[in-house]
């Protein structure tokens, strides 16, 4: 049985939508997906594996082995993704159907017309991707379909100068409350300054090979050992497939 989130006055529903590659997921992308469904309460988290990214290449695990390190990492169906609250989660494969190139633009308009104008929708990123928004295939109109919430990482700011100037002020001018962002269906943004995610999946596929080509499973320079940037579940499920070894 789901648990029930708490329903705005409006008793509009909030869906967190959470995207990428997760080649493979870890356990950043958890802490962001944690922190925005204690933040905002939504009625579920939609977590969608990209198909073909345009602006990454050469993805290295499978769409069927990333999906199944998702569900891993997020639950098939619900989960408990803190002690206080159970939400719905729903793995969407939309992406990795198309076949093509993917952009999240096309992707929020796709949501956008299956929930309805009404529904709040709160798109999820990492600072990293905000650095480089101005790049999106038609990401000036994100705001049209979604709100927009980022996680901070160890040294960002948004009045920095790697901040592209239109992004830095399409997303302060946007700036709202979590209760602003559950009562509005779109155009808003918040900024988790107070959680700090730097995880590198290209880290992780490095740390990966060490573990496997290094018996003692000692670290090179200054790589983290798997187990510590992975879940527990994602983890075996790498090791019992031999993921990333090559």
């Known amino acids: 049985m789901t648990a029930k989130t708490h329903p705005t006055p409006e008793h509009r529903r909030c869906i967190a939508v ?47 082995d990333r999906v199944e ?30 076949h093509t190139a993917t952009y999240t ?23 990293d991707q905000l650095l480089h928004l101005n790049t999106w295939q038609g990401w000036d109109e994100l705001f049209a379909y979604a709100h927009l919430g980022v996680a901070s990482r160890p040294g960002f700011a948004m009045d920095a100068d790697q901040v ?7 997303f302060t001018r946007r700036a709202a409350t979590p209760e602003q962002i559950r009562q509005s269906a779109h ?30 499973g000692s670290e090179s320079g200054s790589t983290q050992k798997p187990d510590a940037l992975i879940p527990k579940a994602v983890l075996d499920y790498i090791e019992l497939h031999h993921l990333y070894k090559n």
């Open 187 to 216: 155009g808003l943004t918040y900024l988790a300054e107070n959680l700090f995610i730097d995880i590198s999946s290209t880290e992780i596929r490095t740390a990966l090979r060490n573990t496997s080509s290094n018996t003692s």
């Open 105 to 127: 633009i096309d992707t929020l308009k796709a949501l956008r017309s299956e929930l309805g104008p009404d529904t709040s929708i709160i798109f999820l990123m990492g600072a």
């Open 69 to 98: 390190m998702v569900k891993r990492a997020f639950g098939v169906v619900n989960t408990v993704v803190n002690a206080q609250q159970t939400v719905e989660v729903m793995i969407d494969q939309q992406e990795i159907q198309r």
């Open 18 to 64: 959470l995207g990428g590659s997760f080649d493979p997921v870890h356990n950043g992308h958890v802490a962001l997906a944690n922190y925005f469904v204690t933040l905002l309460h939504p009625d579920q988290l939609r977590v969608i594996p990209a198909g073909n990214p345009w602006q990454k290449h050469g993805l290295e695990a499978s769409s069927a």
């Open 164 to 170: 592209p100037p239109e992004v830095k002020r399409e």
